[in-house]
């Protein structure tokens, strides 16, 4: 997920390059762990169509830095928050 700034896309790319590792994924970006099925987005507007769709055990999402874990429907949401306390303290 490349946050509020695209240019990120750019730095990561660089730095991936450099280094030699890391990928990189469009958003929405679906994945299968532990025979869950799970999507990660940065895009909050389409969360609970995601949650309630049905087809995914886990979302997971970002943007507004304000961590939330609930329950939609039998799906569970994941806001992670920020990491640095940055916007939060």
């Known amino acids: ?7 990120v896309k750019l730095l990561l790319k660089e730095k991936y390059h450099e280094k030699g590792v890391g990928e ?12 869950k ?4 987005t940065h895009r909050p507007k389409i969360v609970e169509a ?10 997971i999402y970002g ?3 304000e961590a ?4 939609k429907g039998k799906t569970l949401v994941v806001n992670p928050g920020e990491c640095c ?5």
Do not use: C, Q
Request: no cysteine.
């Open 63 to 65: 943007h507004t830095h």
């Open 37 to 40: 099925k799970l999507i990660v």
């Open 24 to 35: 990189r994924y469009e958003d929405p970006y679906e994945f299968e762990l532990a025979k």
């Open 1 to 7: 997920m490349f946050w509020n700034n695209d240019g």
């Open 50 to 59: 995601l949650a309630l769709s049905g087809a995914y055990d886990v979302v």
């Open 68 to 71: 939330e874990i609930e329950k």
């Open 85 to 89: 306390g940055y916007l939060t303290g």
